[in-house]
């Protein structure tokens, strides 16, 4: 709960970020360089919330659509589905495992790291309470495709403020890292068990999972340059001093 044209390459390099395989760069050769002044803490701050926010209710739009959700909310759906908690409330307590999972991967968390673990579960719970109850497919399928564009501007607006990974990136290339297996390799056994586990409790697969996975990586590339602010400075004390190669914005 964070990340889009081709399947992740073997091989990282830092300046990129990955959403739901597909490489999305936040080099200064692909997206063009601010303008003086854009970097400054306050807007980046604004870019990480308001990101973050807009991704939660993109995941809220997707769950209302009920034509299929990103993998990582499939689970949480599906544990949602069997423990009675909301969706929003599963996303943070499975963030938070996540994230302690990055102790023994030695990967180190930023602002927006500890951030995405809360706000993306907050606004999803918020925004699921304001929508109605939809049932037609006339209103269900556009729901869908908001859904899906809405989480690309989300993605663009907080991998472009650089204040780190959400915690299923960390998990993804610290595991990377450890087993020297690739990026591919461990994306696709790590998206394919939460896939299969959260089906298996209920959470919903569809044509919107397919949607999603083919259309997030154009559409976040998209707005990285839309919102492209200048990288943190070293030894902010606000991003972690580290960051990993590839992240990706859980779904």
């Known amino acids: 709960m964070v990340e889009a044209s081709s399947r992740a390459t073997e091989c990282h390099a830092p300046g990129h970020y990955h959403h739901w395989g597909h490489p999305v760069s936040t080099r200064s050769e692909s997206v063009p360089a601010a303008a003086p002044g854009s970097g400054r803490l306050p807007r980046r701050l604004v870019q990480l919330y308001a990101g973050l926010a807009l991704y939660g209710a993109s995941s809220a739009l997707l769950v209302e659509a009920g034509l299929g959700l990103e993998p990582w909310n499939v689970l949480h759906q599906g544990l949602a589905e069997l423990t009675g908690l909301t969706i929003g409330v599963v996303s943070i307590v499975v963030g938070a495992a996540v994230l302690l999972l990055w102790i023994p991967l030695r990967q180190r968390p930023g602002l927006g790291t500890v951030s995405n673990v809360f706000v993306v579960g907050l606004a999803m719970d918020g925004t699921l309470a304001l929508l109605p109850d939809v049932h037609s497919l006339t209103v269900r399928i556009p729901l869908l495709v908001a859904g899906v564009v809405l989480n690309g501007m ?73 919102f492209a602010a200048r990288p943190a400075p070293l030894g902010s004390a606000v991003v972690a001093p580290v960051q990993p190669e590839r992240a990706i914005l859980p779904g």
């Open 154 to 226: 989300a993605t663009g607006l907080y991998i472009s403020a650089s204040f780190g990974p959400g915690p299923r990136d960390g998990l993804m290339t610290g595991l990377h890292r450890r087993t020297g297996r690739s990026v591919r390799l461990v994306r696709t056994v790590l998206e394919v068990a939460v896939v299969a586990t959260g089906f298996a409790l209920g959470g919903t697969v569809g044509v919107g999972t397919v949607l999603y996975a083919v259309a997030i990586g154009p559409l976040a590339q998209l707005f990285l340059r839309v």
